[in-house]
């Protein structure tokens, strides 16, 4: 999996799909999954992700779902190859269905899907699908302050507002973990 791109994937029924991407101890990381909304009849496809480490063993917090997406973050606790598996949680694993998979690693560059190097004082204007992750950098040295605003664009009165709740995490380059403040 590349850092920041969309992975296209289509399940069967019962069917599992397996993805790996590398990462260092102490590296961060989400993985996203977002059902691809058929045109007719929803059929009951619920993404599921569960990722393991270099050991096969279950991240913790690894293996989420949901009825159209499911995400997954932690920090590595081995170097080595992770393996995410793609699957269906529906009642009997028998729902088909198309997905997007998205891998944020941080630190790491990242292929510029949406997002990018952040300028100081600018406004930066973005568009998040189903699951999506959005990456942007910026460059600080230590003490420095920043302020870091994400708001929706609100949708004219005329349309129905989507449910969009926006969500900001920060990963300073070089430390475990993360910081974030989901906006509510």
């Known amino acids: 999996m590349s850092n920041a791109g969309n992975h296209a ?3 069967e029924a019962g069917d599992l799909d397996m993805w790996t991407f590398s990462m260092s101890q102490n590296e961060s990381a989400i993985i996203s999954i977002g059902e691809v909304l058929p045109s007719g009849p929803d059929p ?23 009825a159209l997406a499911a995400q997954v973050g ?11 598996v793609a699957g ?10 198309n997905y ?10 990242f292929v510029d899907e949406s997002g990018g190097p952040l300028q100081n004082g600018g ?3 973005g568009h998040l699908d189903l699951a999506d992750l959005d990456m942007w950098s910026f460059t600080a040295t230590q003490n420095d302050s920043a302020i870091i605003i ?14 969009f709740w926006p ?14 403040q989901p906006v509510r």
Request: include cysteine.
């Open 150 to 163: 994400l708001a929706e664009i609100p949708v004219p009165s005329d349309q129905t507002d989507p449910g």
């Open 100 to 109: 997007t998979l998205r891998l944020a690693k941080m630190p790491g560059t």
């Open 44 to 66: 009951g496809f619920w993404p599921w992700i569960r990722v393991y480490n270099p050991l096969g063993d279950l991240v913790g917090g690894g293996s989420q779902y949901g």
């Open 123 to 125: 406004n930066h204007t």
């Open 88 to 97: 269906s949680a529906d009642s009997g694993y028998a729902a088909e269905g």
């Open 167 to 180: 969500w900001l995490r920060v990963w300073p380059t070089g430390r475990a973990g993360c910081r974030w």
């Open 74 to 84: 932690f920090v590595a606790s081995l170097t080595g190859t992770y393996t995410v």
């Open 9 to 11: 994937g289509h399940i």
